[in-house]
């Protein structure tokens, strides 16, 4: 991720808040460093019963799994691209570079550009 400006992953939640009181309302999203954990940012958990509580732990998941999404999208992106060298057959081809294309364009879009 060297042409990124994030704080490089991996990501993990952390539900270790110094403030008793907001620690079930929330959970912070740590860089997993060898030396430090460096917060990226904290995401509401909403303690309420059902699909409200639901989707915010759903979000954090995600929120800290995307370093991750990141680095595996540009690695098939690039290996479908040396893969479009082999492939024989304009139509295959043709939907392989477009796979690519967006591919590259949400990597793009992440990068904020």
């Known amino acids: 991720m060297s042409d990124t ?11 270790d808040h110094p403030n ?6 929330m959970a912070t999203i740590r860089h997993v460093g060898a030396l430090k954990h460096e917060d990226v940012t ?13 989707r915010a732990r759903a979000n954090a998941q995600l929120i800290a799994a995307a370093p991750d999404l990141y680095e595996a999208l540009a690695h098939m992106a690039a290996m479908l691209c ?11 081809r043709r939907l392989a570079l477009e796979a690519v294309e967006d591919a590259r364009a949400i990597l793009a879009k992440a990068r904020g550009e």
């Open 5 to 15: 400006k994030w704080t490089p992953g991996p990501w993990a939640i952390y539900h």
């Open 20 to 25: 008793p009181e907001t620690a079930k309302d």
């Open 42 to 54: 904290n995401v509401f958990l909403c303690d309420y019963p059902g699909k409200l509580g639901e």
């Open 82 to 92: 040396a893969a479009c060298l082999a492939i024989s057959g304009s139509e295959t």
